[in-house]
Protein backbone atom coordinates (compact mmCIF):
# COMPACT_ATOMS: atom_id res chain seq x y z
CA UNK A 1 0.00 0.00 0.00
CA UNK A 2 1.52 3.22 -1.18
CA UNK A 3 1.55 6.70 0.75
CA UNK A 4 -1.52 8.04 -1.19
CA UNK A 5 -3.28 4.83 -0.59
CA UNK A 6 -2.54 4.66 3.61
CA UNK A 7 -3.98 8.28 3.60
CA UNK A 8 -7.01 6.92 1.77
CA UNK A 9 -7.35 4.51 4.06
CA UNK A 10 -7.23 6.49 7.06
CA UNK A 11 -9.49 9.12 5.79
CA UNK A 12 -12.36 6.57 5.02
CA UNK A 13 -11.90 4.95 8.46
CA UNK A 14 -12.29 8.51 10.24
CA UNK A 15 -14.84 9.92 8.15
CA UNK A 16 -17.25 6.47 9.28
CA UNK A 17 -16.19 6.96 13.10
CA UNK A 18 -14.33 10.37 14.06
CA UNK A 19 -13.69 9.79 17.37
CA UNK A 20 -13.64 6.39 17.70
CA UNK A 21 -13.58 4.38 21.55
CA UNK A 22 -12.18 1.37 23.39
CA UNK A 23 -15.17 -0.99 24.32
CA UNK A 24 -13.77 -1.84 28.09
CA UNK A 25 -15.50 -0.03 30.89
CA UNK A 26 -13.47 1.84 33.36
CA UNK A 27 -13.67 4.98 35.21
CA UNK A 28 -9.86 5.83 35.92
CA UNK A 29 -6.48 4.57 34.73
CA UNK A 30 -6.01 2.17 37.36
CA UNK A 31 -9.73 0.20 36.09
CA UNK A 32 -8.31 1.36 32.90
CA UNK A 33 -5.33 -1.13 33.39
CA UNK A 34 -7.13 -3.84 35.12
CA UNK A 35 -9.87 -3.82 32.43
CA UNK A 36 -6.84 -4.28 30.42
CA UNK A 37 -5.11 -6.87 32.15
CA UNK A 38 -8.44 -8.67 32.33
CA UNK A 39 -9.07 -8.44 28.75
CA UNK A 40 -6.13 -11.54 27.80
CA UNK A 41 -7.83 -14.23 25.99
CA UNK A 42 -11.49 -12.47 26.69
CA UNK A 43 -13.88 -10.95 24.83
CA UNK A 44 -14.68 -7.01 26.41
CA UNK A 45 -18.48 -7.75 26.65
CA UNK A 46 -17.32 -10.63 29.18
CA UNK A 47 -14.89 -8.61 31.00
CA UNK A 48 -17.40 -5.79 31.49
CA UNK A 49 -20.13 -8.27 32.97
CA UNK A 50 -17.14 -8.95 35.59
CA UNK A 51 -15.67 -5.41 35.99
CA UNK A 52 -18.93 -4.10 36.69
CA UNK A 53 -19.86 -4.90 40.31
CA UNK A 54 -16.01 -5.68 40.86
CA UNK A 55 -15.10 -1.92 40.12
CA UNK A 56 -18.09 -0.53 42.20
CA UNK A 57 -16.27 -1.48 45.12
CA UNK A 58 -12.67 -1.46 44.11
CA UNK A 59 -11.50 1.11 41.93
CA UNK A 60 -8.10 1.81 43.62
CA UNK A 61 -5.27 -0.31 44.10
CA UNK A 62 -5.98 0.11 48.00
CA UNK A 63 -9.13 -0.65 47.80
CA UNK A 64 -8.24 -4.27 45.16
CA UNK A 65 -5.87 -5.41 47.98
CA UNK A 66 -8.17 -4.84 50.65
CA UNK A 67 -10.41 -6.67 48.95
CA UNK A 68 -8.02 -9.70 48.30
CA UNK A 69 -7.35 -12.27 45.74
CA UNK A 70 -10.05 -14.37 46.94
CA UNK A 71 -12.93 -12.29 46.39
CA UNK A 72 -11.53 -10.68 43.16
CA UNK A 73 -11.28 -14.44 42.15
CA UNK A 74 -15.20 -14.55 42.89
CA UNK A 75 -16.13 -11.24 40.62
CA UNK A 76 -13.58 -12.48 37.74
CA UNK A 77 -14.88 -16.28 37.81
CA UNK A 78 -16.49 -15.89 34.49
CA UNK A 79 -13.50 -15.09 32.62
CA UNK A 80 -11.22 -17.27 31.32
CA UNK A 81 -7.54 -17.84 33.19
CA UNK A 82 -9.54 -15.94 36.56
CA UNK A 83 -6.93 -17.45 38.98
CA UNK A 84 -4.04 -16.37 37.60
CA UNK A 85 -5.26 -13.08 36.49
CA UNK A 86 -7.06 -12.02 40.07
CA UNK A 87 -3.48 -13.15 41.24
CA UNK A 88 -1.98 -10.81 39.03
CA UNK A 89 -4.51 -7.91 39.61
CA UNK A 90 -3.77 -8.39 43.45
CA UNK A 91 0.42 -8.02 42.76
CA UNK A 92 -0.06 -4.95 40.62
CA UNK A 93 -1.87 -3.31 42.70
CA UNK A 94 0.75 -3.92 45.49
CA UNK A 95 3.18 -2.97 42.99
CA UNK A 96 1.58 0.24 42.40
CA UNK A 97 1.18 1.44 45.94
CA UNK A 98 4.64 0.43 46.67
CA UNK A 99 6.30 1.64 43.56
CA UNK A 100 4.51 4.14 42.16
CA UNK A 101 2.64 5.69 45.05
CA UNK A 102 -0.73 3.96 43.90
CA UNK A 103 -0.86 5.75 40.70
CA UNK A 104 -0.53 4.07 37.01
CA UNK A 105 2.99 5.17 35.66
CA UNK A 106 2.63 6.85 32.28
CA UNK A 107 5.67 4.96 30.23
CA UNK A 108 5.76 1.58 28.68
CA UNK A 109 8.80 0.60 30.72
CA UNK A 110 7.08 1.14 34.05
CA UNK A 111 4.25 -0.24 32.99
CA UNK A 112 5.71 -3.55 31.74
CA UNK A 113 7.36 -4.36 35.30
CA UNK A 114 3.64 -4.70 36.53
CA UNK A 115 1.91 -8.69 36.74
CA UNK A 116 0.28 -9.17 34.20
CA UNK A 117 1.30 -6.17 32.00
CA UNK A 118 2.74 -6.65 28.37
CA UNK A 119 3.88 -4.75 25.83
CA UNK A 120 0.37 -4.63 24.02
CA UNK A 121 -1.52 -3.58 27.54
CA UNK A 122 1.19 -0.97 28.59
CA UNK A 123 0.35 0.53 24.78
CA UNK A 124 -3.22 0.59 25.15
CA UNK A 125 -3.66 2.08 28.15
CA UNK A 126 -1.29 5.19 27.51
CA UNK A 127 -2.59 5.38 24.19
CA UNK A 128 -6.22 5.33 25.90
CA UNK A 129 -5.30 7.05 29.23
CA UNK A 130 -1.73 9.30 28.94
CA UNK A 131 -3.37 10.06 24.92
CA UNK A 132 0.25 8.92 23.40
CA UNK A 133 0.28 7.93 19.72
CA UNK A 134 0.91 4.34 20.65
CA UNK A 135 0.04 0.59 18.37
CA UNK A 136 -1.03 -2.19 20.66
CA UNK A 137 -1.24 -5.04 18.07
CA UNK A 138 -3.85 -7.85 19.09
CA UNK A 139 -5.25 -10.03 16.62
CA UNK A 140 -7.80 -7.98 14.79
CA UNK A 141 -5.33 -5.05 14.17
CA UNK A 142 -2.38 -8.51 13.27
CA UNK A 143 -4.97 -9.56 10.57
CA UNK A 144 -6.07 -6.45 9.32
CA UNK A 145 -2.90 -4.73 8.94
CA UNK A 146 -1.72 -8.02 6.94
CA UNK A 147 -4.29 -8.73 5.30
CA UNK A 148 -5.30 -5.05 3.75
CA UNK A 149 -1.33 -4.69 3.15
CA UNK A 150 -1.10 -1.62 5.13
CA UNK A 151 1.97 -3.21 7.10
CA UNK A 152 2.84 -6.75 6.80
CA UNK A 153 4.67 -8.61 9.64
CA UNK A 154 5.37 -12.11 11.02
CA UNK A 155 5.17 -10.85 14.75
CA UNK A 156 2.72 -8.35 16.45
CA UNK A 157 6.14 -6.19 17.57
CA UNK A 158 7.25 -6.23 13.59
CA UNK A 159 3.23 -4.90 12.88
CA UNK A 160 3.92 -2.24 15.45
CA UNK A 161 7.32 -1.15 13.96
CA UNK A 162 5.67 -1.04 10.74
CA UNK A 163 2.52 0.75 11.53
CA UNK A 164 4.26 3.50 13.52
CA UNK A 165 6.22 4.19 10.42
CA UNK A 166 3.58 4.10 7.88
CA UNK A 167 0.78 5.73 9.60
CA UNK A 168 0.18 9.12 8.68
CA UNK A 169 0.93 11.19 11.45
CA UNK A 170 -2.79 12.81 11.95
CA UNK A 171 -4.70 9.60 12.34
CA UNK A 172 -1.40 7.98 14.91
CA UNK A 173 -3.32 8.88 18.09
CA UNK A 174 -6.56 7.10 17.29
CA UNK A 175 -4.82 4.50 14.48
CA UNK A 176 -4.84 1.41 16.95
CA UNK A 177 -8.90 1.96 17.55
CA UNK A 178 -9.88 2.34 14.10
CA UNK A 179 -7.78 -0.79 13.09
CA UNK A 180 -9.16 -3.33 16.26
CA UNK A 181 -12.62 -2.19 15.29
CA UNK A 182 -12.62 -2.56 11.67
CA UNK A 183 -11.24 -6.31 12.37
CA UNK A 184 -13.75 -7.22 14.82
CA UNK A 185 -16.84 -6.05 13.32
CA UNK A 186 -15.50 -5.16 9.36
CA UNK A 187 -12.42 -7.52 8.29
CA UNK A 188 -13.55 -10.52 10.29
CA UNK A 189 -11.09 -13.38 10.54
CA UNK A 190 -13.27 -15.91 8.73
CA UNK A 191 -15.83 -14.20 6.56
CA UNK A 192 -14.77 -10.11 5.90
CA UNK A 193 -17.49 -8.31 5.09
CA UNK A 194 -15.37 -6.93 1.78
CA UNK A 195 -18.96 -5.48 0.10
CA UNK A 196 -19.38 -3.43 3.06
CA UNK A 197 -15.89 -2.34 3.73
CA UNK A 198 -15.12 1.49 2.98
CA UNK A 199 -11.27 0.96 2.15
CA UNK A 200 -12.13 -2.07 -0.36
CA UNK A 201 -11.11 -0.23 -3.41
CA UNK A 202 -6.83 0.37 -1.41
CA UNK A 203 -7.05 -3.01 0.09
CA UNK A 204 -4.76 -5.83 -1.40
CA UNK A 205 -6.55 -8.54 0.09
CA UNK A 206 -6.57 -11.26 -2.92
CA UNK A 207 -9.64 -12.90 -1.69
CA UNK A 208 -12.38 -10.54 -1.06
CA UNK A 209 -15.67 -11.45 -0.72
CA UNK A 210 -18.65 -10.40 -3.02
CA UNK A 211 -22.56 -9.67 -2.30
CA UNK A 212 -24.45 -12.56 -2.26
Known amino acids: MNRQERE ?3 QRLQAANPEPKGEL ?7 LLVAVVLSAQAT ?38 YKNKAKNVIKL ?11 VPPDREAL ?11 N ?15 THLFRVSNRT ?7 PLEVEQKLLKRVP ?15 RYVCKARKPDCPACVVNDVCRFKGKTVAA
Open 124 to 138: VVLNIWFGQPTIAVD
Open 169 to 183: APYLQHAHHWLILHG
Open 25 to 31: DYTNAFT
Open 112 to 122: ETLAGVGRKTA
Open 44 to 81: DVGVNKATGPLFAIADTPDKMLALGEAKVRDFIKTIGL
Open 8 to 10: TFF
Open 149 to 155: GLAKGKT
Open 93 to 103: SEQLIADHGGE
